[in-house]
C-alpha cells in the first residue's frame, strides 16, 4: 500500500486524513495465474494497481479468436477503461499470466476521495495522462510499425514481454500469427 501512496504523492504531497482515507478503503486482491480479474460481461467498478504480477487484457473477434490488446506488469494502474468509466459490461476480459497482487479502490471511493480531498486531484489527473499517453502509444505502433519494426521496438523497449508472455498471445497483439512471428524471430537472431 506504501508504493501506491507513493506513486500519487510524486506529483503532490497527500494529507494524513486522505492517506488514512485510502487506507481504510482499498482492497487487497490475490490471482492465480490464468484466474480472471474481470470476465467478458462483467462490469469493472474498480481501479486496481498491480503490486505484483503480469496481467493481459484481450477481446474475441467474430471466431472466437483471442486478440491481446495490451500486457501490464507489475507497478502498473490497471482498470477495464471503457466498463470502468462507461458502467457497461466488459468487452475485454483481464486475466492473469502470472500469479499476481494487487490493490484495489472501488469507483464509489475513488470519486468520493477526488470530491472530498481536493489534493488528490492533481495526481489523479496526471496518472490518468500517463496511461492515457501509454494507450496512445501503443495503438500509434500498431498502426503505423510494420510486423518485423514492431518486433524490433518491443525487444529494445519491452524485453520483458519475451520472457513472461507466450508467443501466441505476443503474436495476437502484433496482430499476426506464432509462425510470422517465429520468422522474424529467426532474421534477428
Keep these: 500500500m506504501e508504493e501506491i501512496i507513493a506513486k500519487f504523492s510524486i506529483f503532490f504531497p497527500l494529507s494524513d486524513d486522505l492517506i488514512n482515507y485510502l487506507l481504510s478503503v482499498v ?38 479468436k483471442e486478440t491481446s490488446t495490451w ?8 482498470t477495464a477503461v471503457n466498463s470502468y468509466f462507461t458502467g457497461q459490461p466488459t468487452r475485454e476480459p483481464i486475466h492473469a499470466v502470472e500469479d499476481c ?12 476521495a477526488y470530491l472530498n480531498f481536493k ?9 490518468t495522462e500517463k496511461y492515457y499517453v501509454l494507450a496512445d502509444e501503443r495503438a500509434n505502433l500498431l498502426r503505423r510499425l510494420s510486423a518485423s519494426e514492431l518486433y524490433l521496438h518491443l525487444k529494445e523497449n519491452e524485453p ?18 506464432k509462425s510470422t512471428l517465429n520468422r522474424i524471430k529467426k532474421q534477428y537472431e
Design 27 to 64: 482492497e487487497a486482491f490475490d490471482l492465480r495465474k490464468k484466474d480472471y480479474l474481470l470476465k467478458y460481461g462483467q462490469t469493472c467498478n474498480y481501479m486496481y494497481y498491480l503490486q505484483s504480477g503480469l496481467l493481459r487484457c484481450y477481446y474475441l473477434d467474430g471466431e472466437g
Design 119 to 127: 489534493e488528490f486531484n492533481f495526481p489523479g489527473r496526471k496518472l
Design 71 to 78: 500486457f501490464m506488469r507489475e507497478g502498473n494502474f490497471v
Design 160 to 177: 520483458w514481454m519475451f520472457q513472461r508472455v507466450e508467443e501466441q498471445d505476443i503474436a495476437s497483439y502484433m496482430g499476426i500469427d
Design 101 to 112: 497482487q494487487l490493490f484495489g479502490i472501488h469507483r464509489d471511493h475513488l470519486d468520493y
